[in-house]
């Protein structure tokens, strides 16, 4: 949206599927643990135009968008905690342009450390085992 507080994303029909298959549990999680870590989905949509000679559909989702705040942002990351296909930076590209979000092995190629203090680290911890579980 013009104010990036939302985003809309386009998905599969089978993402579409199994995100209404979980709805439910996806709601309940996100009652029971306001804290959650899991991005958080606004709205599951279906769109259906007739063509002359067939039916076509597209799938999207609205959801919060993560990277809106009110502090500048340097660098940013967008982690999932996979390799595969993991990356956005070219071999020899070190400029980083902060709109740009990189991913899981821009990370490990940064050497990248994120300093908590023992308590945070706890929260966030105990957090993401109920979002694994959820999982």
């Known amino acids: 949206t013009a104010d990036g507080q939302f985003m809309l994303k386009t998905i599969s029909h089978d993402e579409f599927e199994h995100f209404k298959f979980i709805m439910k549990e996806y ?16 709205g599951l949509h279906k769109i259906k135009f007739v063509k002359t000679t067939k039916t076509e559909r597209i799938y999207f989702v609205i959801m919060a968008n993560v990277f809106n705040t009110t502090r500048e942002i ?14 956005t930076r070219k071999k020899d590209d070190m400029e980083v342009n902060p ?10 190629k940064d050497d990248r450390l994120i300093s908590l203090r023992p308590e945070q680290r706890s929260l966030i911890i105990q957090q993401l085992e109920y979002d694994t579980k959820f999982f």
């Open 27 to 42: 709601y309940n999680h996100l009652v029971t643990f306001p804290h959650t870590m899991i991005a958080r989905f606004y």
């Open 74 to 87: 340097d660098v940013r990351y967008d982690l999932k905690g996979s390799t595969h296909g993991r990356i």
């Open 99 to 108: 709109k740009e979000a990189l991913k899981d092995l821009d990370w490990l």
